[in-house]
Structures are given as C-alpha cells and as structure tokens.
C-alpha cells in the first residue's frame, strides 16, 4: 500500500520546509509549495490524499483553496494550520467540511504528525458513511430491476437508476452484439457515445469493454488524452464506464457530468459498480424469464395442438359410434316423403306421413346439434359451469348407442351440486373421454356407474364400468401419451383429460377397487383452481 500523499500550503518557507521534514520522516510522501496558484495547479492534475494548508496567505485565502481541493478531488482530507485560532475560524472550518484545525507553531512534531494521522482517519470515517448512506437505497433499486421481467424495458430502468443514484445528467447502458462484434446503445439520456465509437478499439465505451476494467476520466486531468479529447468534444467534464459480464450478458454501463458540474469522486465509482452487478443480473434474469415465457407458450401452443387432435379422434370414435342413430332417421324422412307423394292418400294420412318425418327431422337435428356442441371450440377463460349439466349432455349425447349395446347408465347425481369454475368445452371432452372408455370395454354390455358428491372444497365424480377393467402392470403409466388398453387407440385420451384437469387445478385418477371393470376419479375445486 503506498504512502498518503500531503500536499503542504503556506506562504511562510519556513513552516513549509519543516512540515514535510516532519512528515517525511514518518512515512508520508509530501509536497510542498509557497505559491497558492501552483498549489491549486497540482490539485487540478494529481492525486493528494491531504491538503495541510494555511488559511492567511496573501495571494489567495487559504479557505479558497480548500473549496477549490473539494471540487477537484471531493475525497480529500483538509487540514488547516493558522495562528489566529478563534471560534469564527473553527465554525467556518466546519461549514467547508474541514476534517482538523492546527494552531502554529507548533510545540512539538508529533502534534503535527497526530494531528495529520487523525484528519485523515475522520476523513475515511466520513467517506464510509458516505459509502453506507449511499448504499441503503440500493435495496429498492435491487427490488425494482429484478421485478421487470421484459429485457427490452430493463435498459431505461437500468440508466433512470444511474442518474438518480449518481446525480448526473447523462447516463447509458451499451450491449454487445455478437453479430457485429460491437456495442450498441440500448438506452440513453443526455449525452452519451454514439455507436460508432463503441468498437474494441474506438472510443470510451469500446475500450472499457476490451480492457474489462472501470475507466474513469475526468477532462482535464491525469490520464488518456485520446479519451480526454472524445470526453470534451462531447461536453463532457467527468466520465465513468463500468464493463458489465454475466454468463448471457455483455455490455457497458456509462455516467457522465457537464464540465461544470464536480467531478465523480471514488463513492461514484462503486456505486455504478453496484449498479453494473446489478443490472448484469437483472438482465440476464429477464432473458431467462423471456425463454421461459417462450417455452410455456411453444408448451402452451403444443398442448392445445394435442387437444385439439385428440377432440377430433374423439369426435371420429362418437359419429362411428352413433352413424346409425343419423342414418334411421334419414332413411325414415326419405320412406315418409316417398309415401306422401303418392296419389291415393287421403289428406288426413299424407298429413301424418310428413308429421313423421318432421319427428325425425328434429330428432337429426337433435344428434347433429350434440355433436357439433362438442366439436365447436369454448371459450378458452375459466366461467361458472354446472357439472350436473355437462354429465346430463353428454350421457345423452351417448344414450341411444349405449341403449343399442345393451349397456345400462345409472346416475347417482345430487339434486344440486356447487358450480365450479372451469372451460366448459375442455370438461365435456374429459367426460366423453371417459365415457367412450366404457362404451369401448363393454362390447357385449354391462353397466355404467356414474356418481357425484361435494366433498371438502371440492366435488368428486366417480366412473365405474363392468367392463375388461386395467391389468395392474398397465395401471402404472396409462396416463402416459400413446400408452393404449385397446386395439386401435391413440393413447392421447386419458393424457389429454388428465393435462385438462392439472390445469384446471383439479386430479384425474384410476381408482382400483374390487368392483369388476375399472373406475375412474375426477376431482374439480369448487373455486377454481
């Protein structure tokens, strides 16, 4: 760690010549000058860690160079020598942020050497509760960048938090493109570097990205005059750009201020350093957000596709399955038309002939209308459903084929079950889902049990066959996709309803008991999911 650098003022050679023996005897790097300009001068160009100056100097007060040193190195520990010790002097001393008062002569070199040591120690307490005080608002800028989970929004938060937190007028966050091998600014306010100075080896920003370490420049002063030069003709007095790297993430994190403005101090530094951290994360928290988003929606998109296929086989197995029920009315309506276009009937039979055929007419009406009502996509958002009702439709919509099988339907329904909400449409196709199960595993008949009950926050519906029932090894995965009990099916039905009941934050289970046949548990909150 190198020496403290003091940097002595006073008009009196003497004074001067004495004080840097003494420091420098005890480890101190010292500088000394009798002339206040050149004083001001060395402020303006390099580094001192202690101003020792004299407050009664004939060219320039002694006060003025300490306001000159706060501006020019705001870190700065000040103390002031004088021989006229009065309380108006140690109050102004105080109001310009002086950090200790020594009176000449000194008595004894070590109360110079002490009085130094402890100016710059409550010089440092000062600059650490600074850091802390700076550092608690913080937490809601954290807060407020990772709760924005859209990566094209983040940026401006990102440079709104530079210039509240460092209180500068122009701020910029550049990312890197690995297309083009360049920076490019994805939000700005007040001035900043164009793009075509942002290259790896152009301008400010590109190089704080080549080199991977702050750069802080301050025009005029120590440092790059290339950068000096780019920071002026931008109207620019005082710079930071701090490289931001995550895993997903490049870019740079810029602040400026106007050449009137006091330059940015050490505190300025780790606070856009905080910052970069900050927004790296937030940033590449937002990218994984944004996958995540696109994952769901391609699952989303996928599922709804599988819904979508399984309906239509569904719809394919319900229309084989009642072709009958369409084709007899048909051939009914064409034998009553036949019969009332002949020429001997009496008015009073023709009359009858087409009161059969309209029968039949809306009877075919009835079946279409059915089948087209599970067809025909629902509403997508969850609305008030009663379940009985949903049952009652579609066990009707089967009623006839099942009559035909020899299959007996007994329903076991409450007179008045809560309603729940979900898709309307979605529930239908999980029942008829089940249902065509049993019609599938009783060819030669049997009976279908169908119960509902309210149970605690939610209602449980029970769909009991007396068909072929589940082999036990089978049992295990048949809600799998494409996993099959039967000849010719898909394996997507049971899938399908048991994905439609997980959204709808419900549970489709089979339920092994020592009934013949095989049953099958849907379970539905009374809420909604």
């Known amino acids: ?56 100097m004939p060219d320039i007060d002694g006060f003025d160079v300490v306001v000159f040193a706060k501006q020019h190195q705001p870190d700065i520990a000040i103390l002031v020598m004088t021989g006229f010790g009065t309380v108006e002097t140690a109050i102004r001393a105080l109001r310009q942020g002086v950090d200790g ?32 005080q700076a550092l608690r608002p913080l937490f809601d800028v954290t807060e407020a960048l990772l709760a924005e989970t859209r990566p094209d929004r983040l940026p401006d938060l990102i440079v709104n938090a530079v210039c509240g937190h460092l209180r500068c007028g122009h701020a910029g966050y550049y990312q890197y493109s690995a297309d083009d091998q360049r920076l490019h600014l994805l939000a700005g306010q007040g001035k900043f570097f164009p793009d075509d100075e ?85 940033m590449e928290n937002a990218h994984l957000y944004a996958e995540l988003r696109d994952y769901v929606k391609r699952v989303e998109e996928s599922q709804q596709a599988l819904l979508q296929a399984e309906k239509m086989a569904a719809a394919g197995r319900l229309t084989a399955s009642i072709a009958h029920e369409i084709n007899n009315p048909l051939q009914a309506v064409q034998n009553c038309l036949h019969l ?20 039949e007419l809306e009877r075919l009406m009835t079946t279409v209308q059915r089948m087209l009502e599970f067809y025909r996509p629902g509403a997508v958002a969850p609305q008030r459903v009663d379940l009985a009702d949903i049952l009652k439709h579609v066990l009707g919509l089967m009623a006839s084929q099942f009559e035909n099988r020899g299959i007996e339907i007994i329903t076991e329904l409450p007179g008045k079950l809560p309603a729940v909400m979900a898709v309307g449409a979605q529930l239908q196709q999980v029942f008829l889902n089940l249902i065509l199960n049993a019609y599938d595993a009783m060819p030669s008949g049997g009976v279908l049990r169908v119960s509902a009950r309210k149970r605690k926050g939610v209602i449980e519906i029970l769909f009991q066959d ?25 394996g997507l039905g049971l899938t399908v309803s048991y994905n439609i009941m997980a959204t709808h934050g419900g549970d489709l289970e089979f339920v092994p008991n020592d009934e013949p046949g095989a049953c099958f548990r849907v379970v539905l909150p009374i809420g909604g999911k």
């Open 1 to 56: 760690m190198s020496a403290p650098v003091v940097l002595i003022v006073d008009d009196e050679p003497g004074i001067t010549k004495l004080c840097e023996r003494l420091l420098t005897r005890e480890g101190f790097d010292t500088v000394a000058y009798t002339d206040s300009r050149r004083a001001m001068e060395h402020l303006r160009n390099g580094h001192v860690d202690l101003l020792l100056v004299d407050i009664r």
């Open 101 to 132: 008062l020594i009176l000449k002569p000194f008595e004894r070199g070590e109360e110079l050497v002490r009085s130094v040591r402890q100016a710059l120690a409550d010089n440092q307490r000062k600059r650490d509760a600074a850091h802390m």
């Open 340 to 359: 009332a276009g002949r020429d001997d009937l009496t008015p009073q039979k023709r009359d009858e002939y087409f009161d059969l055929a309209r029968t």
């Open 466 to 490: 007396s068909g072929s029932g589940v082999l036990p090894e089978q049992s295990a995965n048949i809600f799998e996709p494409f996993v099959s009990t039967k000849d010719g099916g898909t």
């Open 198 to 282: 942002s290259g790896q080896d152009a301008g400010v920003v590109g190089r704080t990205n080549e080199l991977g370490v702050p750069v802080w420049i301050n025009a005029p002063g120590p440092g790059d005059p290339v950068m000096q030069t780019q920071l002026t003709e931008l109207g620019l007095g005082s710079a930071l750009c701090v490289p931001i790297s995550q895993s997903s993430v490049r870019g740079v994190l810029y602040a400026g201020r106007d050449a009137d403005a006091a330059p940015f101090r050490e505190v300025d530094l780790d606070m856009l350093l905080i910052l970069a951290r900050q927004a790296a994360v937030a």
